[in-house]
């Protein structure tokens, strides 16, 4: 990774063009579902050692 001044004006990611925008709507779904999952996931187990 380069190296990021702290006033640059280009942000530190890629920007990619959405192709489809309803299949990148349902993979950003996707992935907030699999971390809820994982949260609720941790917070259970955690419950049922302690």
């Keep these: 990774m380069g190296k990021i001044k702290l006033n640059e004006a280009r942000p530190n990611y890629i920007?990619?063009?959405v192709v489809d925008?309803?299949?990148?709507?349902e993979r950003a779904q996707k992935q907030v579902?699999?971390?809820r999952n994982r949260r609720a996931h941790f917070l259970i187990t955690s419950s049922a050692r302690g």
């Design 15 to 17: 920007e990619r063009p």
């Design 33 to 35: 579902r699999a971390e």
């Design 21 to 25: 925008p309803k299949k990148a709507m």
